[in-house]
């Protein structure tokens, strides 16, 4: 089994809120980590790519809201598998407004972090951005997802194709779906023997 050791990594999962004039939006990251605690600062990798990313690169400001192991596989879809280029990523969902005016999470969190961009540096595909806290309140006593945990309980298991049994002709491709090829079998296309197949 090959086995990769930067999945020994420990990684959070959160929420990334942004605005910019009267749009809300966000994204789900699972980078971020307080890089000192006094005077307390936090960095987040955010991918180059997502709307939220120009968002805060544009005012210098964003909301983390730190998913709790309550999470549901629903807001990992909500917040990932679509971009806020093309829908309102915060309309049916409950939040508040922090002091920045962002938004953040109120439920399936334990925390919210308000960041006030001091710096960025460039990375091919992502953004590091090194940001003052400026608020963060608890709002939950739930542990907080990790990557880990999430494909363990939250992410669906991908769903097990079951395997055709028959054979397929070496000659031409074709498949014969069955558990027998008879003897005598012809292929339909290229008209070479069952000799000629070998099974799925």
Known sequence: MTKNPMNNFSYGLFVLTARDGAKDNGCIIN??????????????SVN???????????????????????????TFKHFGFQSGRDTEKLVGIEFSRAANGITYLLNETNAYISGKVISE????????????????LVLSEEPSATYSYYHKNIKPAPEKVEKKKGFICTVCGYIYEG??????????ICKHPASDFKPL
Do not use: R, W
Request: proline letters at 6%; glycine letters at 2%; a negative charge.
């Open 179 to 188: 558990d027998v090829l008879p003897e005598d079998f012809i292929c339909p």
């Open 48 to 74: 180059k790519n997502n709307y939220t990313h120009d968002m805060i690169k544009k005012t210098g400001a964003f909301n983390l809201s730190v998913l709790s192991e309550k999470a549901t596989f629903e």
């Open 31 to 44: 980078t971020a980590m307080q890089v000192t605690s006094n005077p307390n600062y936090i960095m987040i």
């Open 121 to 136: 540096t460039e990375l091919p595909t992502h953004t590091v951005f090194f940001a003052q806290v400026t608020q963060a």
